[in-house]
């Protein structure tokens, strides 16, 4: 409740009995930076504005529902890209992490940032697994906007940027090979939004 809370814009011994009042933009950051759940605070924000179409419990439990949703779309389609892997024993053992790993699977009812970190892992998955057929041509937007969604799953939690790093390097000198200059466009949104995470919330919470 302590996420739902911080994300009202209110410390958890100060909200009201009325759920309808919300506080205003500034205290959400405020909040998260100095006694929320002490991460960078996307999910949070999220979890403010998905909150006002709705305050069922159900409805807001959908919300990490959707990037358990997410993260099965991308691991299943990153398989589908490599036919000998989506018949492997390696395929079926995602299956079974998936179905019966607990912990994952009360990640995905949690209102709390877990399972949007779990998404951002599938998605550095796909971008490892997924074969790249543009002709050794750099496409700059779409480096850009890949780099994009790199930065909105760091929202989610701290840990993620050490994958992100992770990723990086395996892209570079394992997988694809790829060139400083082709991975700095994919790495730029997410390194602006690494100083904006570092002003926002990380110096405050360290």
Not at 77 to 95: D, G, K, Y
Not at 160 to 166: D, E, G, I, K, Q
Not at 179 to 203: C, D, H, N, Q
């Amino acid at each position: 409740m302590i996420l739902f809370f911080t994300s009202r814009g209110f410390f958890p011994n100060e909200a009201p009995l009325n759920p309808q009042i919300v506080g205003d933009f500034s205290r959400v950051i405020m909040i998260n930076r100095s006694g929320g759940s002490l991460d960078p605070g996307l999910f949070t924000l999220l979890l403010r504005y998905w909150s006002f179409l709705g305050l069922e419990t159900w409805w807001l439990r959908l919300l990490p529902m959707l990037f358990f949703f997410l993260t099965l779309g991308l691991y299943f389609s990153s398989l589908n890209q490599r036919r000998e892997m989506t018949s492997s024993l390696f395929a079926t053992m995602i299956c079974g992490l998936f179905f019966t790993n607990n912990l994952l699977l009360d990640y995905a009812f949690t209102i709390r940032p877990y399972i949007m970190e779990v998404a951002g892992c599938a998605f550095l998955f796909s971008l490892l697994i997924r074969e790249e057929n543009n002709g050794g041509v750099l496409e700059v937007k779409r480096e850009v906007l890949i780099g994009l969604g790199i930065a909105f799953f760091m929202g989610s939690r701290y840990h993620f940027s050490l994958l992100v790093v992770l990723y990086f390097l395996l892209e570079l000198f394992i997988f694809k090979r790829k060139t400083f200059k082709e991975l700095f466009y994919r790495a730029l949104p997410g390194m602006i939004f690494g100083l904006v995470i570092f002003w926002v919330s990380f110096r405050h919470q360290v």
